[in-house]
């Protein structure tokens, strides 16, 4: 949404764009204005490919889910003919949303206003008492772009997306196809509101710096060695980098023994559709987030044959990640709302076929995430307390956080390009 | 309240509406911009004469009502020589609110800061410890130009008033003399904040295309053919039409053998002061609104002898809605708060003699318009969320709601004016 | 904070300033604005020397207090070697707040993030894996400028601090000594958000004029001739005028003989740190704030040997007043939260060895400040209300009002030489 002040604050955001310092957080401004808020809406998420939903959720023709970004409101629905379809839940008559539940199931969808109806294809059936040469033809509902990938449904916005994309897909479909994302089933789903800008979401989300200190449900089997390179290891992490070599070398057997990809690919700055794919060996158990590494549903995703196949990370910019593991996947997406308030959904899939106090306990299959989602909360919301201080300098990142300076960095190329 | 950015903003807004399409509704920042909405306070609520209370409210000198129009807080009080006043309540030394209540009865007025004391006509009578040269009659509460007409009591914060309103008094006022409001009391009051812009929320009141589907208790009166051309009708319609058109001859009889005025005056756009009146027939018993179009009370306003009256229908801009009923009467006010935040205030009014429990049943009288005011407030809020998607295209008007066309016209002639 | 717009802003704020009528209140944008509440926290809260805390809320090395000023958060600390620091709570790495509690203990402050540590002088102790070359005394907390004087502690934001404040302290010291802050505990705190602007908090703090009318409590023992010359003085408070001064020559031996100053100096505008301090009598019993006058505490502060001092009263601009009576003292802090919203915080000191419950009593001892607070809260909101009027305008002050123009004045200067 732009403001009637844009064109003037644009220039201070390009200011603000050439003084950033590589290696360095960005300045407060762009945790705190509400002209960044604005910008970052249009340049990021109106132009961007978001993972908006599953295709877990829209199993069969008519299922809806509607979600919000910024001020968009997105219907993805999959239509009559069995294709997912992203429509923007604006009425063409007077501008009323469609459909107001956040999930459910429509034969048509009837604006509740004056009763104009549409197509799960977004055409319009009927408004009734129209002039003369009123055309239907020009009244569906407007299209969104859709791309599903290995049933991750992500949409853009834009009237030109990026088409990097397909390539994007090309690239980690082979590591998500044996999770079949399509064969699986919401469990549970976690909103949070964390009270801070959402690239201080973001940004914590992408170090695990904090990790040892501030999460100890996760590092129950996530390596708190994560960023670090071996000559950066601190001395009291060599136990644990130790276990985590050998935990790596089975994971990559098994990986080898099954043809499933492993090895990370980082293409982060530098490029639009940005994203990061790995999978890595979990601690404990080796098998799930759970608090002791070992299975949290007893049905294994897809065609799975075994449950110690570690975590499958993926990052994509600019606000989702996932961890796919052999028996849940669960993920991760992050929803600005004002400058300093984000909304964190969190949804844990499990088998379709996985029921639930038989397969799957419900507080154990949530529990590690659960925590450190509240963990980040509080961590982001001191953030934004500190930068919010004019004494507030933005301080050197430490090489574990390289990713942090990525997602920065990348960040930045896009305002300026949104600016260009 | 103007702010400091006002003159860059508004060269923005008459480009909005050099671009404003006839027959199509607003474009969104009319909707949701703080600028506009400062703007519409400054050009609309601060300059057009406004309906505010009633005489039955102010019935006795020292009676008062405090009524907030944006910024602005209004006293109406009637003054020790009977006289309906309209003063600032604005302390003239250090801009304290003089009077707290929503109404009440006073002597004089007494700002409780440093006890500086008002007359009832707003004379300053007293001002404690004042330096030698202090003249009291320089500060005096300011005066609002204020106009009643057969009951109604209307203001404008405007140093200089639209004159055309006494021709406007004129013309409404044979059709509310029966009515006799100075007679009445106040039976009941509903405040309302509906979640939208004001505008949507007088869009919503100027047409019934939405009526059929969202209105049930109102629909048992009130005719859903309002707004339809004969050659419009919808089939379905065709048995209603028939009915109106019966009750329609038989109201006409009846006004006429009783000297009074029913046919409709719509002059909304191309003049300042500008409104729509008619009285029209009610379904069902045809007497008032309720759900079987039966009385709500028995007591008969004014001298009338009948209850069969239908109900006399008074629109004037920007933000009043009144039903005139044989046996009450319901008076809507619209008062914007914010941008997406309007309050609308409805009051009930019945012979000053009616009894409650006795002559009317509370719950029987508000029925319809409560209901019917909480289902606007859901349309409203979904229209103000759908519009704010930079996705949402004002869409064509159907026929029937060429009154919404007209309050929108009428809407940007003023901002027009105002920015010219 | 400074906002994008701000250089367009200042020219209207100029314009405004130069508009300014002395003898009168400010214009409604002083009190309404948010371009203003930025500016007077940059140009007012960011520059001047505020009154933060006590020497008896940080006694022991370690112990630690954090004001919010505006966006600004401070630590005030007593170090390891006893002294008394203020630091801002901002962690140099990437800007977490480093302190949440509003007090405590601490050997060193770790930064719950990714574990800075900081020593009690703000010196960084450790940062974990950084890259070769990383230099930790480039990072350690920066400093704030800091006062003590006679137990109240001061800060200054600005890099510049105003440096009259050592004169200010030379003679203010010889009214507070014999009071001996240091040696006083806190018996009770209030925080209390007014809803009005900062400086209405201030002016209404400046003048008593409406202390008769609106203080029961407070006008027990404070005279409500405060601020009138004799000439002005209304007959009916010509008798309490003859008891405050007998009252006066009392106070004035008792003072003569123990060699304490009490004569009023008031050197508000056209100074930078400006400041009122004078010790006064009460009325009633004329020994402390209580309804009756007499002692709320039973021991005596300092090394007083009488309780029969009055009240020694101080202002400090632009935020802060404070009255020392034998028995306690009572400080008041105000806050800006939002143009509309304003923290009065309020502190009672007793004798460090007094005991609740047997030397005083919570409640009568703040009986008449937590009354008095309310009411002014109460009476700020309602002149918010009222200068949010575009019918507002500034009105004159009575001549018991000249502290209040000389707040504004000096307020006015403030803003000039920060423009300049």
Redesign the interface.
């Known amino acids: 949404?732009t403001?009637?002040?844009e064109r003037?604050?644009t220039t201070?955001v390009r200011a603000l764009l050439d003084r950033r310092v590589p290696g360095r957080?960005l300045e407060?401004?762009f945790y705190?204005?509400q002209?960044v808020h604005d910008l970052d809406v249009a340049a990021v998420f109106?132009r961007q490919w978001l993972y908006v939903t599953t295709e877990a959720e829209v199993k069969h023709p008519g299922d809806y889910v509607t979600v919000e970004v910024g001020?968009?409101?997105v219907i993805v629905v999959r239509d009559d003919d069995g294709q997912v379809r992203a429509l923007?839940?604006?009425?063409?008559?007077?501008?009323?949303?469609?459909l107001?539940e956040e999930r459910g199931s429509v034969g048509t969808m009837v604006c509740?206003?004056?009763?104009w109806t549409y197509a799960t294809d977004g055409t319009l059936l009927h408004?009734?008492?129209?002039?003369p040469g009123?055309d239907p033809s020009c009244?569906g509902l407007?299209q969104v772009a859709v791309r599903v990938v290995e049933g991750l449904v992500l949409v853009c916005?834009a009237p030109d997306p990026p088409d990097d994309v397909d390539d994007v897909i090309g690239r980690i479909a082979p590591y998500l196809a044996p999770h079949q994302l399509c064969r699986t089933k919401v469990a549970a789903r976690e909103d949070l509101v964390e009270h801070g800008n959402w690239k201080l979401v973001m940004?914590n989300n992408r170090e695990c710096?904090?990790c040892e200190?501030?999460h100890p449900e996760l590092t129950c089997t996530f390596f708190p060695t994560y960023g670090?390179s071996i000559d950066?290891l601190?001395d009291r992490l060599l136990p644990v980098h130790a276990r985590y070599l050998r935990a790596e070398r089975e994971l990559e057997r098994a990986c080898d023994e099954r043809g499933m990809p492993y090895a990370a690919i980082e293409e982060i700055s530098g490029r639009t559709t940005a994203f990061r794919v790995q999978r890595e060996a979990l601690d404990g158990a080796g098998e799930s987030y759970t608090t002791d590494g070992a299975r949290a549903s007893t049905k294994l995703l897809g065609d799975l044959d075994v449950f110690k196949l570690g975590r499958l990370s993926l990052h994509l910019q600019p606000n989702a990640w996932f961890h796919f593991l052999a028996d849940h996947a669960v993920l991760f997406q992050v929803l600005p709302l004002a400058p300093d308030r984000t909304l964190v959904r969190t949804t844990w899939l499990v088998h379709e076929d996985a029921v639930e106090g038989v397969d799957y306990d419900l507080d154990r299959l949530t529990e590690v995430w659960h925590h450190t989602n509240a963990q980040d909360g509080t961590?982001v919301a001191?953030?934004q307390?500190?930068?919010?201080?004019?004494?507030?300098?933005?301080?050197?990142y430490?090489?574990?956080e390289y990713q942090v300076d990525g997602f920065v960095t990348w960040y930045v190329e896009r305002l300026r390009e949104h600016l260009a």
Chains 1, 2, 3 share one sequence.
Not at 88 to 98: D, I
Not at 112 to 115: D, E, K, L, S, T
Not at 127 to 131: D, K, L, R
């Open positions: 949404m403001t009637f002040a003037e604050t201070d957080p407060a401004p705190l204005s002209e109106g001020p968009w409101s923007h839940n604006v009425c063409r008559h007077r501008g009323s949303r469609v107001h509740g206003y004056h009763q408004a009734g008492e129209q002039a009123f009244f407007k916005l940004e710096y904090h200190a501030g670090y950066e601190p961590l001191r953030a307390a500190g930068v919010a201080s004019p004494a507030y300098e933005p301080g050197p430490a090489p574990n």
